[in-house]
């Protein structure tokens, strides 16, 4: 059993909570303010500590900055009759192991402590799962298919070859084009990506084209189009099979004539872009339903590559799950480890979502696992957080909202970003902080 600080100023609490833990075996060293805890964390280390938050003059924030300052492995846990979101957040940001609101069960928080021992004792069969010289990006793999997918990408981006890339939501379609364009020619030239599915095919003529001034309500200016803006460049044309069956002949005359002519213009010039294009439809069987044109399609699919989903490269999961993690902790200031269990069990996982899905649970992950160390226990929560659940649940509603305030803590307020890591809708955040009366 192990040795703790306990800090509470209310004495029969005090009392209670020390009887207790020594009767369930830790040995308890008790002190009833922030001095005579600073004073004792100053003189002997504790691996953990138990403190009230408002204390006297002082608080357990304090007692909690002083302890992890002495030694960053120490884990804290925090008490509380008054918490606020503000509290939670600082505790968070201090690296509190658990936050209790008071009154809480005894129970409850032997539950803490124990949780808190047992990660101070990792067992030698769930040791972290570290991988070194990790590549700069997060095009990572090192399956077969991806070797292929390497060895196909090293003939064609040297050349200005129009490139088709197929490959489901999530795989990494915009990586494999940015990575043709750092290894063409034209690497020193621009390189617009545009996704065409979310721009209304009223405007895509003028985005990619340009626009003369008074060519249409509200162009008070000429406005250079993308390719002419990615003149001698490269240009990406993400989810082509989205484009609107009316503009796919003006598209189909700029790859034969390779010329641009701005709406409200008579005089079209040349532009020199490379053309890479992605989808994740299948084109072929857009074009049998004339919903793509078969002239176009001949145009674009000069070479095709396919870009493979997870599930079909499960042994590059530990490699990217690592580099996810190294970049989320670097931006969150953590220190989350990833179990061997964790990562084997990451790996026996479909992946609906790709690359795209993975890297956003390790983004949550990192922030959110239990005692900075995402295990088997913790990936499974996660992926069962992304299915539906009983929302009706007060347990549920809960840890919905535990989850809200550490991420909004981890990401100092931005709600935006939060929202994402959340997987939900900005407003759909705005909603939940304004019932947790969160201005």
């Not at 890339?165 to 617009?192: D, F, P, W």
């Not at 406005?223 to 099979?241: K, P, S």
Request: with cysteine.
């Amino acid at each position: 059993m192990s040795r703790l600080l306990l800090v509470e100023d209310d004495g029969s609490l005090r009392n209670t909570l020390s009887t207790f833990l020594e009767l369930e075996g830790y040995q308890v060293d008790a002190a009833s303010g922030t001095q005579e805890a600073l004073l004792r964390l100053s003189n002997q280390s504790f691996p953990i500590v138990v403190s009230d938050i408002y204390l006297d003059n002082r608080t357990g924030l304090d007692v909690l900055n002083a302890a992890r300052s002495a030694d960053p492995n120490c884990l804290v846990i925090l008490m509380s009759g008054r918490g606020s979101m503000e509290t939670v957040m600082k505790a968070t940001q201090g690296g509190a192991f658990d936050y209790l609101a008071k009154p809480f069960e005894l129970d409850r928080l032997l539950e803490v402590v124990k949780r808190a021992e047992a990660s101070l004792q990792i067992v030698d069969d769930d040791d972290d799962c570290e991988i070194d010289d990790l590549p700069e990006t997060e095009m990572i793999g090192s399956s077969a298919v991806m070797i292929d997918l390497y060895k196909t990408i090293s003939k064609v981006a040297p050349t200005d070859a129009t490139v088709l890339l197929e490959g489901e939501t999530g795989t990494g379609k915009e990586l494999v084009a940015r990575m043709i364009h750092r290894n063409s020619r034209r690497a020193e030239k621009s390189y617009q990506p545009v996704d065409c599915a979310s721009i209304a095919p009223s405007l895509l003529e003028s985005e990619l084209f340009g626009a003369m001034k008074g060519s249409y309500t509200g162009a008070d200016r000429d406005r250079m189009g993308i390719f002419e803006a990615a003149n001698h460049g490269t240009v990406f044309l993400d989810e082509i099979g989205e484009i609107d069956v009316g503009f796919q002949l003006r598209l189909l005359r700029f790859f034969e004539e390779r010329q641009v002519r701005p709406l409200g213009s008579n005089k079209p010039h040349p532009v020199d872009v490379r053309i890479v294009a992605a989808t994740n439809k299948d084109i072929a069987q857009l074009v049998e339903e004339d919903k793509f044109r078969e002239d176009l399609w001949f145009r674009i699919n000069v070479v095709r590559l396919r870009i493979p989903p997870l599930r079909e490269r499960a042994g590059d999961v530990p490699l990217l799950a690592s580099f996810f993690l190294r970049r989320y902790n670097e931006r969150y200031g953590l220190q989350a480890k990833l179990t061997d269990a964790g990562v084997k069990h990451m790996a026996s996982y479909t992946w609906p979502g790709n690359v795209r899905q993975l890297q956003h649970m390790l983004e949550r992950l990192t922030i959110l696992a239990p005692d900075n160390r995402i295990d088997e226990r913790a990936v499974q929560d996660a992926i069962e957080a992304t299915e539906p659940r009983d929302s009706g649940s007060e347990t549920l509603a809960d840890a919905e909202m535990e989850q809200i305030k550490r991420v909004i803590a981890a990401t100092n307020g931005n709600k935006s970003r939060a929202a994402r890591i959340l997987g939900i809708e900005r407003k759909t955040l705005y909603r939940k902080l304004e019932k947790m009366g969160v201005p």
